[in-house]
Every structure is written in C-alpha cells, then in structure tokens.
C-alpha cells in the first residue's frame, strides 16, 4: 500500500539547510547543494510527499523478478534479474516520473520542462501527457528524431537548441525560471518516485538479497533504492539491507572514481556506448557514496568490450535484450566472481534494448544481398561469413582474424580492393579486414559503371566555401566537372553529379561516414543513401581516404540504381 503524506521536511544533503518546495524542487536556496525529503515518522506503507496520490495510470503490473537459471549455473552463484524494462515507456524512470508530475500539478505549475534526449525525456513526456500538463524537452540540435520518438508522440513540445547537451540545460533553467514551469529531472521528488523499487521487491519476496547490482548514472536510482531499503528498515519491515554495488563503464566513471578519492569529480568529457550512464557531473554522486559506506557495498568499472560481450551474454542465454546500460550488472559480477561465488545476487536491468538497435547494428556486420539462387545461398552459409559474423561480436574487436572462404570473384575483388590501399601505405587491422570482407561479400560483381573518377581536386575557398574539380569518364567520354559545396563531401559530389545526372538522375538523400579506428590512417566506411523519384538505393564505399570512398559509393550506387531501373 502507498500512502500520500505532507509530514515531511525538505532539507539539503551537505548541511541540512531546510528548504521550501515552493521555493525550489531542485538544489539547496542556501547552499546549491542536492535536496531530500525526511518524513516525520516511519510508516509500514510506502510514503510519498503528495497531498494526495493518483494510482498510475500506467503502470499495469509490478516489473517483474527473475531467476538467471542459466547464469547461475554457469558462474555458481544465485543470480536473479528485476525486469525494470518493462515499465511503461521501456524504462524504471517511470517510477520517478509518477511522482515527479504529481507534484508539478500539485505545485500548481502551468508546465514542465527538461533538458534531456533518451529515457528520461520519454517518461516525462508520457506522464505529462496522461495528466495533461504540457511538457517542454529541450534537445542539442543533432538530436535524430528517432531518439525522440517517444517524446514526440506523447504531445511533448520539441525545443531543439543550437549547441550541445550542456547549452541546452543551462538554457532549460533559464526556460524554468522565466514562469511558472516546474524543472523535471534527477531531483528529489524523481528520487521519492524511484525509491517504490525496494518496496516491490520485498512484495516480491525478494529481502534476502546479499548484493544488488545498480548500473549508475547520475546516481539518482541507486540513491533512490538505497533510500527505500532505509525507510523499510526504518520502518521495522526489513531487518537487514542488501550490499549496493555501484558500476559505471570505465570510459565514464566520475562516481566510481569519487568513491575511491571520497570526493566529487566531474569529467571534462564521458564517453561510451552505454549513453543511458553517460554522465559527467554525477548530481547524486553523495548519496551513492553514503549508499556504498552504510551498505558496505563497493563501486567497480568494465570495459566497452566487457559490456558488449555482457549484453550478447544476457540476451542469448536468459533472452533478455537491453539497453547497453543494463551490460553493467553481469560484466561487473564477471570480473569478481571470487567476491560473489555462491551469493544470492539481483541485477537491475534498467531499459529496453529497443530503444537503442543502433548500438547492435554498429557492432554487428551486415548481412550481404544474395541473388535469388539456391547455390548462392548454399555457398554463403558454407562460406564462413556467418560465423565470422557471429564471432566479430565484442571479443573480436581487437584479437579476432577472419578466415573467410569466399568464392573466386570475390576474393578478386578483395584482392583490389587491399591492393588499392596498401598502395596508400596503410595495412588493414583486423576490424578493417572484417568490415571491408562484409562490404565485399554485399557486392555485386556483374555492376557495369557508368562513370568513373580519373581524378578530382579540393581547393579551400573563402568564408570556408569549397571547389572541386573532378576529371570523369562517363561512357567512354573524358570530362571535367567542377562545382563548389559547403564542406568536401558536398562539392565533390555535386561535381560528379553535374555530369552524371543527365545519364541518371540520383540525389543524395543522406551519407554517413564511419571511421572504424582512432589512427589518422583508419579506414572510412562512407554509406550513401540515393534516391530518383520514390526509389531509393544504398552504397557503400571503403578507403582511408574519406573522399576516395565516397567517390567510391556514389559510382557503385550510380551502377547499382541503373542496373536495377533498368530490368
Ligand atoms: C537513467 C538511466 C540509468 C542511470 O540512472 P541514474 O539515476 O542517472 O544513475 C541507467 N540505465 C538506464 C536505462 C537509464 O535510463
Ligand atoms: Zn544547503
């Protein structure tokens, strides 16, 4: 049962300064410091800091608690997963979100705002939505729309600002300031929302946990749940709480590395693949560091190849698919299975592996397009490709050769391909060697190329313009082109399609540029998406040189739109 409360003090971590909610939801007037709320007593029910409490008008059913038979076979331990993933919008930030907008409305606030591109945004929209206050999400203007889908479908209102994360936040404060808007976000009400996570996880018999696993961010969940086990044991309901491990990715690891300094640090800059815990300013860094001290729990990091190898793990053997995040909890467990051998262990994953598919499909190599016949397809499944495909999964990032069978033509192609860039001076690594194998195995040999690229030239003009000449050779002809663009990419591509155009007309609908290793000399991956009319068509080019491979898309994509419109 949940019960609604007003016997309850608003009051900073670091000093204890007590606060007015109507005054700030968000950090200490005296001091800046985080806020907490300390009820006058403790209570068998759930208490939240409501007047009066709504049922979620959402949530269907508890997320739900799992046994990993399979992994605590493997790693002889009791491991169990809570299923945070299957709340409403794909994440627990729902739990926060129930409150957070109760009080906004409670406050008597007109709107809500916050700065944010992922999980967060999409459950601030949704709640908003449902109680019908308008929601405000402030997002760096790269943002995708796909990143901001489920915002956009619940009504939000899309502020989409010129300059990063960070611009951005300053300026969804200033927003909150300038009326009567309440600022969502890792505050204190979101932290009184995400503490009901204990309270389900004793309803589920789950209070005899040794260790829980938190993937942490900012440090408002962990703080959270570490608050609800205080109160439930406050209140008499627990006798003992469970040791909380804090994990980050080692590329972005401000709390962890604080727990160990005993002092907050803040990252110039973070940087990982699990983007849901990429934070650099931890707000909640003391309330995981007082979590970590009470619990005697501990904080570890894992690598990026630690977390991929973690999530495949996780979805292939329980059949759980996560966000990257979720990695965290097993990966850690792994690296210090002395600590946990035979302990009854609860990993929180936290989000849908859905809303981020890109992350699978840039660790994964693409399938090629076989013609459609049996021994095409034969001869690929017999080929090795797939299982090299499997393989090049995480672990093989840096230790993994492709030992691929491929037939005559191809392995031709390869050859010329290598051949052309071993001319350049560079030889391939073995993550090239992979990703340039599966761009070849895509390829169809029979293309005829309309236009070829003898020769081109970028020159630097003023106010950053850029020229390009380009010397072609289209159907036997020798020409030169020459047009002018806002960056390299543009010019040179404008140039070919001056000539190329009144052979086939191809616009450029979008290109994308992958560079596959930190070395000046990385080879580049240049995906282009052309278009005539409402077909479409998408090539690919490879070389260190970013140019020399999108010249290489655009003559593949031109023979391959012409071959296709043509039969
Ligand atoms: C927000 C989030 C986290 C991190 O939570 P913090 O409260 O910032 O520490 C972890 N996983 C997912 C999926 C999230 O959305
Ligand atoms: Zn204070």
């Known amino acids: 049962m949940a019960s609604a409360t007003t016997n309850y003090e608003l009051r900073c971590v670091a000093n204890g300064h007590l606060n007015s909610e109507e005054e700030t939801t968000t950090y200490c007037t005296q001091c800046d410091s985080v806020l907490r709320v300390y009820y006058d007593e403790p209570s068998d029910d759930i208490q939240y800091p409501l007047k009066e409490l709504k049922s979620d008008p959402m949530k269907t059913h508890p997320s739900a608690l799992k046994k990993l038979d399979r992994l605590s076979e493997t790693y002889g331990a009791d491991l169990w997963a809570k299923l945070e993933f299957e709340h409403p919008t794909g994440c627990f930030k729902d ?73 951005c936040e300053a300026l969804c404060r200033k927003f909150a300031k300038s009326g009567n808007y ?119 990091t894992v690598t990026e190849d630690e977390i991929l190898n973690s999530l495949k793990e996780m979805a292939v053997e329980e059949g759980h698919f996560t966000e990257p995040a979720c990695a965290l909890p097993l990966a850690a467990f792994k690296n210090n299975i002395d600590t946990f051998k035979d302990k009854k262990c609860l990993f929180i994953l936290t989000g849908s592996g859905l809303k981020d598919t890109k992350v699978v499909a840039k660790h994964s190599l693409s399938s090629p397009v076989l013609s459609p016949d049996i021994d095409k397809v034969t001869n690929y499944i017999k080929s090795g490709f797939i299982e090299m495909q499997k393989d090049s999964w995480g672990k093989s990032r840096d230790t993994f050769i492709a030992n691929l069978d491929m037939d005559e033509d191809h392995e031709k192609l390869y050859n010329e391909y290598v051949a052309k860039i071993n001319k350049r001076g560079k030889t391939l690594s073995n993550n090239e060697i992979e990703v340039l194998q599966s761009l070849i195995f895509n390829e169809d040999l029979d293309l005829e190329y309309p236009a070829e690229v003898l020769d081109y030239k970028v020159t630097m003009r003023k106010h950053g313009l850029i020229k390009a000449a380009v010397k072609l050779d289209i159907q036997g002809e020798e020409v030169i082109s020459e047009a002018k663009g806002v960056g390299p990419i543009d010019a040179i591509l404008s140039a070919i399609r001056a000539e190329t155009n009144s052979v086939f007309h191809l616009e450029v609908k979008n290109h994308e540029v992958d560079i596959l290793s930190p070395d000046t000399d990385s080879l580049v991956v240049v995906t282009l998406t052309l278009a005539n009319n409402d077909q479409e068509w998408v090539s690919k080019g490879a070389s260190p040189d970013t140019l020399e491979a999108v010249i290489q898309a655009f003559t593949k994509g031109l023979a391959i739109a012409m071959k296709s419109t043509v039969t």
Request: net charge negative; charged share 25%; hydrophobic share 40%.
């Open 95 to 167: 739990r926060g979100s129930y409150i957070e907008v109760q009080k906004a409305l409670e406050l008597g606030a007109e709107a809500i705002c916050l700065a944010s591109t992922g999980n967060m945004a999409a459950s601030v929209a949704a709640y908003a939505c449902y109680f019908k206050i308008p929601c405000f999400v402030f997002v760096p203007e790269k943002t995708t729309d796909a990143k901001i889908a489920q915002a956009t479908i619940y009504n939000a209102n899309i502020i989409r600002i010129k300059g990063d994360f960070s611009t």
């Open 182 to 300: 309440y600022l969502a976000g890792d505050y204190v009400f979101r932290e009184e929302g995400q503490k009901s996570f204990p309270y389900e996880l004793l309803e589920q018999n789950g209070d005899d946990f040794d260790y829980i696993f938190v993937p942490v961010g900012c440090g408002t969940n962990f703080g959270a749940i570490w608050k609800g086990f205080t109160e439930l044991k406050e209140s008499g309901k627990i006798s003992k709480r469970p040791k909380m491990i804090a994990i980050q990715p080692e590329q972005s690891s401000p709390v962890v590395e604080g727990i160990f300094k005993k002092e907050k640090i803040i990252k110039k800059q973070v940087n990982t693949m699990a983007q849901s815990v990429a934070a650099s300013d931890p707000v909640d860094f003391h309330k995981v560091m007082l979590g970590i001290e009470e619990s005697d729990g501990s904080a570890y």
